[in-house]
Each structure stands twice: as C-alpha cells, then as structure tokens.
C-alpha cells in the first residue's frame, strides 16, 4: 500500500472511533417487535391519530458531546404546548402520565422517564422527567400498563386493552444520570404530530458490547408500542469517550503529519 493510502486508511479510523453510534427502531410493532400496521388487529389500540408510534432512537456520547440522546416520534392523546409532557385524560376521566423508555440491559431494567408518574390525578413517586434511572430491585420492577387501579387494588387501567406491556418504572429506582426533555412539533419524515429528545448523562460504559431490549410506547395504556432489540457494536457507552479514544487520536493526528511530511521530503529528494 502507498504511503498516501495508507494516510487515507488511518484518517478513516480515527473518524469512525470518534462518532456516536445509534439504535433506531421504526414503529408501530407488537408487544414481541413485530412491526405491523394500524389496520391489523392488535396493533394500535384505539385512534393512531393519538396513539401511534413512529420511531425511536438512541444515541450514544460523541468527542464532542458527552450525553445520549433518545428521540422518539410520536402521537400524544393531549396537546403538548411546552417541553413538559402534560397528562392525558384516561376512560375514568382521570389524568394518566405519559410512558417512560425502557431498557433491559445486562440483566438488569432501566427507565428514562418522560413525565412524573401521575396515576389517577396523583404523583404516585419522585422520579424527574429527563432522568435515567435503573429499576428497583423487587418483582415486578416495571409496572405494566394494567397496573393497579385508583382504589389500590389490581385491575386493568379503565380503557386498557394492552395489560401487560411495562411502561413505568417501580418507584424506589436508583438515578443514573440526569437530563432534559424536549418536545418539537411534528416529525422528521414521519406524520407524527411530536418529536420528544431526552438528552442525559449514564454511567460509564453503560449499554456497551451487549444487546438491550427496548419498550417504548405512546401512552400509560400502551396503545402503540415499539418493541425490539438492538447493540451497540464495539460501543463504550460512557458519557465520556473511553480513554483509548483520546490515545488513539492523539498519536494518530501526530503521526499522520509525522508521515506526510517524510512522504514530502522523499518526493522532493
């Protein structure tokens, strides 16, 4: 190989080591992942025009940006005017608060949350919109979208006819990291009506090198759900690069110059 592709070649992967990589899963699917179309039964429960789910996305840290970032495009049954997801009238007449992303990973759930947890009319626990936080460690750690009624008492949410599909993290969960929430009107290449975007920090090297199950959906019911499994390929997952990312580029912008000069000096002699 000549010296000049040679040059080419090293540029290229200091390039690749140094952007994010993504999931991206496109909606709607079934509970299991299999995607589907608003008309087949079971696959959105109630009007698409307020339920459906279009896409989601996660992002790991870049050099240059050391959050996630998660963006989902969505339908909501309510008008969102802000950045805080409001509550969306239930069957009962009640208030219910959005879904929260979920993530199995390593054994282990994992929550972004969207909006506090308002069951009935009532903030049930102390999660914070934006926030990365893993699952309690009790059974079950995920609350399904049939959860407890008003009263206290099990039963499905009234109007909920998707009762087992996770959509709220248990209370008593451990914060990871802390972030924002932002919704945009309309989608990107999609007909939905929002485009919610969480940018957090985690831990390092959090979802790295093993696969994660993902369950997202529209609303506290589950009317449209994205279900699915992805991996980041050879990824860190940290909010910061790992320190081979650094040495890699350091040396490597050194000794690109360090060649292209001896490359010169040869050619001119």
């Known amino acids: 190989m000549r010296i000049p592709a040679k040059l080419v070649c090293l540029h290229a992967v200091i390039a690749v080591r140094a952007f994010a990589t993504l999931i991206s899963l496109s909606g709607p699917t079934t509970n299991n992942g299999t995607p589907c179309t608003p008309s087949q039964s079971g696959c959105i429960r109630g009007d698409p025009a307020l339920y459906e789910l279009y896409g989601v996305q996660i992002t790991q840290p870049t050099m240059s940006d050391p959050l996630w970032k998660l963006t989902m495009e969505t339908n909501y049954p309510t008008v969102i005017s802000g950045n805080t997801i409001p509550p969306a ?138 279900a699915g499994t992805g991996q980041f390929p050879g990824g860190t997952g940290s909010t910061v690069p790992e320190p081979t990312s650094g040495f890699l580029i350091g040396p490597g912008l050194v000794a690109l110059a360090l060649k292209w000069r001896k490359y010169h000096a040869r050619t001119r002699s």
């Not at 399904?144 to 599909?165: C, E, I, K, M, R």
């Open 89 to 226: 009238q239930g069957f009962d007449g009640l208030l219910y608060s959005t879904s929260d992303f979920i993530m199995t990973w390593g054994g282990n759930d994992y929550g972004i949350v969207l909006a506090q947890h308002i069951q009935g009319g009532n903030t049930v626990d102390s999660y914070l919109p934006g926030h990365l936080y893993q699952a309690p460690n009790t059974t079950p750690d995920l609350v399904p979208s049939g959860f407890a009624n008003t009263t206290g008492q099990p039963g499905v949410l009234p109007g909920s006819s998707n009762p087992d599909f996770p959509v709220w993290l248990a209370a008593g969960g451990t914060e990871l990291g802390t972030g924002t929430v932002t919704v945009t009107q309309g989608g990107s290449g999609t007909p939905a009506a929002y485009t919610i975007t969480v940018e957090f920090s985690a831990p390092q090297s959090f979802l790295s090198k093993t696969p994660v199950t993902i369950e997202a959906s529209s609303w506290v019911c589950a009317n449209g759900v994205i």
